[in-house]
């Protein structure tokens, strides 16, 4: 009799754990720290020098991309790029989708030239992306009526307001070169942290 309870509780946890091995994974979100905490609803801009390459032509911007979280699912829904010639950078295909996927485990810094960041640090897919180029680049990326999937890399805050999130990305958009400038990166005017 025993015998038998214990082989139907092993069955039993055998199937549990099958059944949880087998549920997809639970999508990660976003919260935005505020003054009474964090929140799953909000809104935080990233900032910094970006370049853009185009058959050996560079561009050097500074980008300012903001971000609306809610109930813990981000989106772009505004950038902008100024200094030197840049004005004639114009973001196309707005709102972008912007979701963290999943711890990344790999080294710090995640992309050659950036610079070292706080881990944990979370993949983060930015989507839906398309950027034409002004003189003297005169493109569009990665085409006039296409969109590409940036892969990016974001550091956790688990320190509320006291620290400021970094945002680094080295990107191909069809012919065209996107990345954080060697180094540097784009801060987070609030904290975030993935959950």
Request: proline residues 9%.
């Amino acid at each position: 009799m025993a015998m038998s309870a214990l082989k139907r509780i092993t069955v039993t946890a055998l199937a549990l754990l099958a059944f949880q091995a087998a549920a997809p994974a639970r999508a990660a979100s976003l919260e935005v720290w505020s003054v009474s905490g964090w929140s799953q609803f909000g809104s935080v801009d990233f900032e910094g020098p970006v370049q853009f390459s185009y058959i050996g032509l560079k561009k050097y911007c500074n980008m300012r991309m903001s971000l609306w979280i809610v109930n813990g699912s981000a989106t772009v829904v505004s950038a902008s790029f100024t200094g030197g010639d840049c004005s004639s950078v114009v973001p196309q295909a707005l709102p972008w989708s912007f979701y963290p996927l999943w711890p990344y485990p790999g080294s710090t810094p995640p992309i050659t030239g950036a610079p070292v960041m706080t881990p944990p640090l979370y993949s983060v897919n930015i989507s839906g992306v398309r950027i034409a180029l002004g003189p003297p680049l005169n493109v569009t990326c990665p085409s006039t009526t296409g969109t590409a999937t940036m892969a990016a890399y974001l550091d956790h805050d688990s320190f509320g307001s006291f620290y400021n999130n970094r945002l680094v990305f080295d990107a191909t958009l069809g012919p065209c070169r996107f990345q954080t400038d060697f180094a540097r990166e784009l801060r987070a005017s609030a904290p975030l942290r993935v959950i």
